[in-house]
Structure formats: structure tokens, C-alpha cells
């Protein structure tokens, strides 16, 4: 299995309060991103890095922020938490070194509960 | 409208049978798609690549894609109880579609 983590597992907030949500990778791979994964909905991307320092918006980005000061780390955090980001979220890593080399490596996910 | 389209489903299959899954895509600029399989409660993993016009098989699946028509299939043959998931067309930006579930009946 790829080396990547995700914390925590599960979380419960009230609404309002700013949530931050960790990936952590020991591949060294230069791409991470944030999905949000919700019934109907499939796989929703919020936001990506392409290397430190390095991100951009997804299909979803709104009431989100990323910071990735270490290539391992890839931090998503809701500044006010709102019951509609009540959802799954999963962190995945991608190497992306050629064409043929895209292939994602999930996190186990983190269970988000806004109440 | 979403980059990648798919029939949510649920689609449902005998045991045996060729489970056919769909999706459209909308940007014609898109090289590559991978299919990813989720087993409930999991996260998903891949499945299958294929970067080229035409069928890519490997063991029971086979992808397909029509760059012309904008279209992307997985047809699995055989189906098994275990196939039973669901499943995720992507595109090489990474955007997914909606995901089509599986059930396949002994």
C-alpha cells in the first residue's frame, strides 16, 4: 500500500468552527489533491498541489483553503464549518511523472460530521 | 455540467453475465481515463488505464474509448459477486464522474 495517511479518521464539529483535515505521504510523490465524496455525487475535487508551496482550486473549492509547506504534508482546512461540508473527504497522492504514470493512491478517508 | 458524465445506476447483473458501464466525457481535449472500483465503505482504487482509441483488455476487463463520440467504457466479463462495487470513470484531470454501482446476483 501507498504510504499516505489521513487524520483523523473521524470528526464531529459544531457549525462555525474552522476544521483542518491532514494528509501525510511518504512517497515523495509531487501531486496531492482533496476530494470530497458524497452520495450522487461521486468524487468532487476541492483543491490540488503540484509541488510545495504550489496549489489551485478544484470543482469545489468554495468555503476551503490548502496549504502544503512540505512535500509530505497537505493540509485542507474549513475556515467556518457549515452542515453542507458534512461529507467523506479523501486525500489521494500521484507521482504523474509521465503521461502514463497518473495513476491516484487513496487515504482511508476522513468521516466529517457538521452539526 | 460535470467533465465526466456516468449513469449513477444502480445497474444490477446475473452472476456469469457482462456488466457494461458508461461514461461521456465533455472536454475533447482529454488524453487519458482510468476506472477506479470503490467497495462500500472503502476508498477506491484503480482498475484500468487507457490512453488510446480503442479496446485495452486485461484479464476479465476490458476498456474502451471513442475519442470521436466522447465516450468511455468498462465492460466486465464473467461477473462475479465479488465485481459488486462501484465504479468511477476519470479523466487526466483527475475529475470524476458519479460513479455507476454494481450489483452482480448469484
Known amino acids: 500500500d501507498a504510504g499516505i495517511t489521513q487524520s483523523p479518521r473521524h470528526k464531529v464539529t459544531e457549525t462555525g468552527t474552522p476544521v483542518t483535515l491532514r494528509c501525510h505521504q511518504t512517497e515523495n510523490h509531487r501531486y496531492m489533491y482533496w476530494y470530497r465524496q458524497d452520495p450522487g455525487h461521486g468524487l468532487r475535487l476541492i483543491h490540488y498541489s503540484y509541488g510545495v508551496k504550489d496549489t489551485d482550486k478544484g470543482e469545489v473549492s468554495d468555503g476551503y483553503s490548502v496549504s502544503r509547506s512540505k512535500t509530505e504534508d497537505f493540509l485542507l482546512t474549513l475556515e467556518s464549518a457549515t452542515s453542507s461540508q458534512t461529507s467523506v473527504y479523501f486525500c489521494?497522492?500521484?507521482?504523474?511523472?509521465?503521461?502514463?504514470?497518473?495513476?491516484?493512491?487513496f487515504g482511508s478517508g476522513t468521516q466529517l460530521s457538521v452539526l | 455540467q460535470k467533465e465526466v458524465e456516468q449513469n449513477s445506476g444502480p445497474l444490477s447483473v446475473p452472476e456469469g453475465a457482462i456488466a457494461s458501464l458508461n461514461c461521456t466525457y465533455s472536454d475533447r481535449g482529454s488524453q487519458s481515463f482510468f476506472w477506479y472500483r470503490q467497495y462500500s465503505g472503502k476508498s477506491p482504487e484503480l482498475i484500468m488505464s487507457?490512453?488510446?482509441?480503442g479496446d485495452k483488455e486485461d484479464g476479465r476487463f476490458t476498456a474502451q474509448l471513442n475519442k470521436a463520440s466522447q465516450y468511455v467504457s468498462l465492460l466486465i466479463r464473467d461477473s462475479q459477486p465479488s465485481d459488486s462495487a462501484t465504479y468511477l470513470c476519470v479523466n487526466n484531470d483527475m475529475r470524476f464522474g458519479a460513479g455507476t454501482r454494481l450489483t452482480v446476483k448469484p
Open positions: 489521494a497522492i500521484s507521482a504523474r511523472q509521465t503521461a502514463t504514470n497518473e495513476k491516484l493512491f
Open positions: 487507457i490512453y488510446s482509441n
